[in-house]
């Protein structure tokens, strides 16, 4: 748990075979850091956590496991509430939930909210026209081209609302079966692996993993801007000052990925598809605010987003030291 000041620590399961107890400690709080922010910026009553389990997904899952862990879950009482991450699925999230009712992201059968990924994509994809129209005044993407690395859940969902608005996409995948499949349903193009990144296009869009802007990449993108739903894509804080340096506008990923944490924010209130859309919908305003910032005050957009979070968390957060009658949070 990083963050309660805006509201209970949400985030998800991350089910990976850490080499050590060490770096599952190092990767969980750079997260649940992640999620303080991610959260704040997205205007939501949520504070910021992250779990991780050590152990490889493929073998060591088992229901026992899982809701042994959601009984440890429910030890917090609601201070920390989870979903799934990477290595973990909406059908586990349905095992951890009969142990805890502090799990979010469950299926639509079981009463939850099911997949965020779609809803990831159509926060990436409203993001992606707030860029646009910074860029180039409208936010009509037809004629544009993108490169679009990891076409999985996420990614696949973005392309089809791409080539649904006429845009030219190109894609890579490391996962043959991925890249096939999304070759023939969109009719798109593919590259290598080594070559997405250096694609001529207006727009880059890192869907697979953290870390792809880097020293070695950055010199080598040949586009206008990143937009991709990748957590942590800049591999270190120098990295966002190198783009900028090459002209490159880089739109933060924790603002336009925030669309799968608003989906399952919107289940502890009651799904409401309707609701919850249309809350995802206005992280094309909240990335338009974030330019606005960083160019008013001369600032990196992260910068910008990273300040709009702390001055949310300072100003609402502090509400939360006034108690309410039958307030059980505070
Ligand atoms: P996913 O596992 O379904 O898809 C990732 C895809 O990337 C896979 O097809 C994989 O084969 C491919 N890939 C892996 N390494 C690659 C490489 N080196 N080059 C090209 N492709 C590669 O995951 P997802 O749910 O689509 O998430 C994609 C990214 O978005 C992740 O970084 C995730 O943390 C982030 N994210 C996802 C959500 C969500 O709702 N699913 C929400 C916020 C952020």
């Given at each position: 748990i990083h963050s309660t000041a805006l509201g209970p620590a949400l985030g998800g399961t991350r089910f990976y075979p850490y080499e050590s107890e060490e770096e599952a400690l190092a990767d969980v709080l750079r997260l649940s850091k992640g999620m303080t922010y991610k959260s704040a910026a997205a205007g939501l009553d949520l504070g910021g956590g992250k779990a991780v389990i050590i152990g490889?997904?493929?073998?060591?899952?088992s229901e026992r496991l899982l809701r042994a862990y959601g009984r440890m879950v429910d030890t917090l009482q609601g201070r920390y509430i989870t979903a799934e991450d990477v290595g973990t699925t909406t059908q586990d999230m349905d095992t951890i939930a009969k142990e805890t009712r502090w799990v979010v992201g469950n299926s639509v059968a079981m009463g939850g909210s099911g997949d965020p990924s779609p809803v990831t994509a159509r926060g990436l994809y409203a993001a992606t026209r707030a860029v646009a129209e910074r860029l180039w005044?409208?936010?009509?993407?037809?004629?544009r081209t993108f490169a679009v690395q990891g076409v999985g859940k996420v990614g696949s969902a973005y392309v089809q609302l791409l080539v649904e608005a006429r845009a030219k996409v190109v894609i890579a995948d490391s996962f043959p079966p991925a890249l096939e499949t999304a070759k023939e349903r969109f009719g798109v193009d593919t590259v290598p692996l080594d070559e997405i990144h250096k694609v001529e296009c207006d727009i880059f869009s890192p869907c697979a993993l953290g870390g792809v802007l880097n020293e070695e990449t950055i010199p080598e993108l040949n586009c206008k801007a990143v937009v991709g739903s990748a957590n942590n894509q800049l591999a270190t804080e120098k990295d966002a000052e190198r783009i900028a340096d090459r002209g490159i506008l880089y739109a933060p990923d924790f603002v336009v990925n925030a669309g799968g944490v608003i989906n399952v924010y919107d289940q502890l209130n009651g799904y409401s598809k309707t609701r919850a859309l249309h809350l995802v919908d206005s992280i094309f305003d909240s990335t338009k605010k974030i330019l606005k910032v960083a160019e008013d005050e001369g600032i990196l957009p992260v910068q910008a987003a990273e300040k709009v979070a702390e001055q949310r968390i300072e100003e609402i957060g502090d509400l939360r030291r006034l108690r309410r009658s039958g307030d059980d949070r505070a």
């Open positions: 490889d997904p493929h073998h060591d899952k005044g409208t936010t009509d993407l037809s004629e």
